[in-house]
């Protein structure tokens, strides 16, 4: 697995949907993922600021600036992000009424 979308709650990785060559496609990884937000954000993770976030295997350097021979490093790039919904900035007014 080189390339994935992580679905992260709080900046905490929640899920992860792999694409690759001879596997999953990155539209079909990147639909999927958005499906899973769609399903969550309103409800299991509804206070929270939602992600989601590309991540890639990279080629590192050692200390004498060479590449290494694996692909050990990562890189990722926030390709959405959703904050939580702002409450209402209108008091809600309680009407209080007397009895007869």
Do not use: C
Request: hydrophobic letters at 35%; a negative charge; glycine letters at 4%.
């Amino acid at each position: 697995m080189t390339s994935w979308f992580e679905l992260r709650a709080d900046y905490r990785k929640v899920a992860a949907f792999s694409y690759d060559v001879g596997g999953t496609s990155y539209n079909e990884a990147k639909e999927s993922v958005y499906d899973l937000l769609e399903k969550t954000h309103l409800d299991l993770y509804r206070d929270r600021v939602m992600q989601i976030v590309e991540v890639w295997r990279v080629q590192t350097r050692n200390e004498k600036g060479e590449p290494s021979f694996t692909l050990n490093g990562l890189k990722e790039k926030v390709v959405h992000e959703e904050w939580p919904t702002v409450p209402d900035l209108i008091p809600r007014v309680t009407i209080e009424v007397e009895p007869r």
